[in-house]
């Protein structure tokens, strides 16, 4: 068997036309196709305002200033998480607070979230935890009580339904990452949602410098060069070339949903008489609202042997693993400014036994077979 990498993306034959087509048209940066990509997205998941950024991380830092997060407010945000929910706050200014997880889900834990709220409490950031719905009821109820702001991570959460809605597509403003390894990448690339219209004309001047006026309204045919600087900006605009890369993956979005369905049960059946590791399945109650970015086993302390062995040995075999997180309140520079002592028991527990396996639409039969054979032998 040939290595079976940790990712692979699956890019249609169709994106190599569609991306020479920009590079001869003239325009590379934002211009006709990210409004294209931005319009399909809406269509996709039903939300209101698309706007499209350079990252999924530039995504959550527009998402925090729109919301006006910054000094004094804490924010309740998953420690287990990857770093940039939790930069982007530092990048405002704002105090992250860690916040636990939930045993199933992996996702935020709303016990845990009530335990954090202080008089400077203004925001809960929730993620999705590898395409699982957060318990989103609890989580708006909480916030509605204690008139918090809710801002959505869904960088792991395309096509991921809540109660039969699309994350993306309900009041809360939404943050999703198109990075290589996510479920629709455009190599580099974010996207906010949102309801609110403020929020996403905010959004949109932020992402080009503060300038009141886009690009293609200052170059396109019957532009002006007249424009006006109204704030500070970042220079956090998409190009047109990603967005052509992000458009036929759109075209195929849904039968890619459909065969990370597959691939999922698929693993869950030739796993399940594996009695030293915790299945997804028994995790989520939402199996079928999961877009499945990840596919994450954990292994028991009955196990012979620890996960960080086991990822050492499935690497000897060819097999390509990763961990999906260290959790942020033991990264050094969260320890050294938010206190060494933090302890989060689940997010703690959950690190040590968490790995995620190839996951991935090309992936073969043969190739799940290989790796879920070489994990009953070698967790025996
Ligand atoms: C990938 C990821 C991000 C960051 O997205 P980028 O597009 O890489 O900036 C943020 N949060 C989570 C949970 C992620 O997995």
Known sequence: MNYIPFYIPHIPKSTNK?????INSGWLTSGKKVQE???????????????????????????????ELGPGDEVIVPSFTFCSTINALIHVGATPVFCDIDEKSLCINPQDIQRKITSKTKAIIVVHYGGAPADMDKINDIAKINNLIVIEDAAHAFLTRYKGQ??????????????????????EGGMITTNNEKVSEFVQIMRNHGISKSALSRYGKGGNWRYDVIAPGYKYNMTDIEAAIGLEQIKIAKECAKKRQDLSKKYLKSLSKNIKIILPQEVSDRQNENSWHLFTIRIKNTCSISRNVLIEKLIAAGIGTSVHFIPNHMQSYYRSNF????????TERVFNSILSLPFYEDLTDEQIKFVCDMINNLTN
């Open 37 to 67: 990509f931005e319009q399909q997205f809406s269509k996709i998941i039903n939300s209101k305002n698309s706007i499209v950024v350079s990252s999924g991380t530039a995504a959550l830092h527009l998402a925090y200033l729109a919301h």
């Open 166 to 187: 699309y994350i993306g597509s309900g009041n809360n403003t939404t943050c999703f990452s198109f990075y290589a390894t996510k479920n629709l990448t455009t190599g």
């Open 18 to 22: 569609s991306v020479i087509q920009v």
């Open 339 to 346: 206190g060494n002592d933090t302890s989060l028991p689940i």
